[in-house]
């Protein structure tokens, strides 16, 4: 027997059915290498016992142990009991399912294509069926860059090419939004509003303004005391914010504010005067007090 050459090792197989149509391609290009394109049956058919492992090496190993007799004489035959036993009963109808139900996800075209290019082989898909699919998998921003193109496909081959290059292209734009420069740009230039068109300032870092100011069709909101739900209310109801009557608005609303009465307790006062730095402050003058002379006698009286 010749001995293989150590160029690349071919993986084991375990009796996956989804797995047997890659490993026996492994094969076909490991046989190629060394030279065993044609004949070599029995080489063939040796190495590739050796290879396998759990479910099929279960099922080889009465064959390698000489109790059962093998059907097969040749590696066509060894090849074609391998599919009957671990391949896929109904490849076509089976290759159709997986294509339906195949998403792009969070991979690339490139990706997605190869996986969907390998399972479409094995379904034989015409171009428009095949196209349909793949165009179906890819995420919604290839969708809707196709729907807008004015491009055409004749083969699945050019429709897949058609989305690499664009998933490139976006992917270029995304970079050039998401640079520093452009933010700021956007961040100078886009107004930031609420949901019912009033202003709202834009969050700089962590630091929390409080509610924006809200603005009506008059200007600047006046003082009504009344709280923010009902002035939202009063607004969206087109009442009065003064005495929450329709027809008119508060500046010119027919009800005035009464006087408040006037509270005789209170003092008027005035705040302190407050003297000017350059001003000079009044000094306080000793006052001098006279003392009455001490009395000693009835005669000591003053004149």
């Excluded at 064959?63 to 040749?74: G, L, S």
Aim: aromatic share 8%.
């Amino acid at each position: 027997m010749r001995v293989l050459p150590c160029l690349f090792t071919v993986c084991d197989n375990r009796g996956e059915r989804h797995k047997l149509r890659g490993w026996l391609a492994q094969l076909i290009v490991y046989y190629r290498t060394v030279g065993w394109q044609n004949g070599y049956d029995e080489e063939k058919i040796l190495y590739a016992t050796s290879l396998l492992r759990d479910d099929a090496g279960t099922w080889i190993t009465p064959y390698a142990e000489e109790r059962i007799t093998p059907a097969w004489d040749n590696w066509a035959g060894f090849k074609g009991e391998l599919q009957r036993q671990f391949g896929v009963i109904d490849a076509k109808g089976e290759a159709r399912i997986r294509l339906k139900n195949m998403k792009q996800g969070k991979r690339s075209v490139t990706e997605y294509w190869n996986e969907f290019r390998l399972v479409a082989s094995e379904a034989e898909l015409d171009n428009s069926t095949g196209g349909e699919l793949l165009l179906g998998g890819m995420i919604a921003e290839l969708q809707n860059a196709w729907g807008a193109s004015s491009e055409e496909y004749e083969h699945i081959e050019t429709l897949a090419q058609w989305a690499i290059r664009k998933e490139t292209k976006l992917a270029t734009v995304k970079h050039i939004e998401g640079s520093p420069l452009t933010k700021n740009v956007q961040r100078e230039t886009i107004t930031p509003r609420n949901q019912d068109g009033t202003y709202r300032p834009s969050n700089n870092g962590n630091l929390n303004y409080g509610d924006p100011m809200e603005l009506d069709a008059t200007g600047k909101q006046p003082r009504f005391n009344i709280s923010r739900e009902e002035f939202q209310r009063r607004i969206q109801e087109q009442l009065c914010l003064k005495c929450a009557q329709p027809g008119h608005l508060a500046r010119s609303c027919p009800k005035k504010e009464g006087h408040k009465p006037f509270n005789t307790q209170a003092r008027s006062w005035q705040p302190a005067k407050k003297t000017a730095p350059w001003q000079t402050r009044p000094r306080i003058r000793e006052i001098e007090v006279e003392q009455e002379p001490e009395q000693s006698g009835n005669n000591d009286c003053p004149q």
